[in-house]
Nanobody, 115 residues
Framework: QVPLVESGGGLVQPGGSLRLSCTAPGIIFGIYAVGWYRQAPGKQRELVATMNTNGNITYADSVKGRFTISRDNAKNTVYLQMNSLKPEDTNVYYC?????????WGQGTQVTVSS
């Protein structure tokens, strides 16, 4: 089991910013595609952003222009910079690592956007 440690969630007002971090110690981080997903109560988990090992990035249409995914392989960390946050961004956000049949998930971090 690969322990993924997420941080950076919290409560912000609409228009505010947060940066989520996910660190995976003790692995060869660079071989994994990385991503962020979110899930609200009673809904399916949905893709927010992904980055493969070549640096190719995919964003959900709902976050394009507002969120930025990045990775630092030397620190075994993936980030999600979230700007111009909206109430509909309120969710639990999960970090994901994927390497062929190997998939790992973070514990989830709560993001709440409210005035």
């Amino acid at each position: 089991q690969v322990p993924l440690v997420e941080s950076g969630g919290g409560l912000v007002q609409p228009g505010g910013s947060l940066r989520l971090s996910c660190t995976a110690p003790g692995i060869i981080f660079g071989i994994y595609a990385v991503g962020w997903y979110r899930q609200a109560p009673g809904k399916q988990r949905e893709l927010v952003a992904t980055m493969n090992t070549n640096g190719n990035i995919t964003y959900a249409d709902s976050v394009k222009g507002r969120f930025t995914i990045s990775r630092d392989n030397a620190k075994n960390t993936v980030y999600l910079q979230m700007n111009s946050l909206k109430p509909e961004d309120t969710n639990v956000y999960y970090c994901n690592l994927d390497y062929y049949t190997n998939t790992y998930w973070g514990q989830g971090t709560q993001v709440t956007v409210s005035s």
